[in-house]
Nanobody
Framework: VMVVESGGGLVQPGGSLRLSCRASGYATENYGIGWFRQVPGKRNRGVSALNYGDETTYYADSVQGRFTISRDKSKKTVYLQMNNLKPEDTAVYHC???????????????????????????WGQGALVNVSS
């Protein structure tokens, strides 16, 4: 299993960005996919996740109402639309996937150390989101 992500960039506070991620290698659509974010010296914190099969979603409290996760089945791609971005959203965003959406969400709530990334099926290379004026 692997994920390939794209997106990110520099945006002013209040602006918007969209991240994309595509997972490959799963035999079914029943898997979880989403994004963590990391700032230097801190744990990877869960941002948002989607059960690709039934589209149930999870959002961290800090992004609820501002970020939207969705899928495009025709492109087999998941998107994270980030609106009303704040300087505290600045981080490297990593797409991640796991065959268990519930496990993925549990790790998002707990956070992940870099040494624990192998617990998930796939971890993306990361995309920098820089919110600055």
């Amino acid at each position: 299993v692997m994920v390939v992500e794209s997106g990110g960039g520099l945006v002013q506070p209040g602006g918007s960005l969209r991240l994309s991620c595509r997972a490959s290698g799963y035999a079914t659509e029943n898997y979880g996919i989403g994004w963590f974010r990391q700032v230097p010296g801190k744990r990877n914190r869960g941002v948002s996740a989607l059960n690709y099969g039934d589209e149930t979603t999870y959002y961290a409290d800090s992004v609820q109402g501002r970020f939207t996760i969705s899928r495009d089945k025709s492109k087999k791609t998941v998107y994270l639309q980030m609106n009303n971005l704040k300087p505290e959203d600045t981080a490297v965003y990593h797409c991640a996937a796991d065959e268990s959406a519930s496990f993925l969400i549990a790790t998002m709530k707990a956070g992940l150390e870099s040494s624990q990334l192998g617990a998930l099926d796939a971890w993306g290379q990361g995309a920098l989101v820089n919110v600055s004026s």
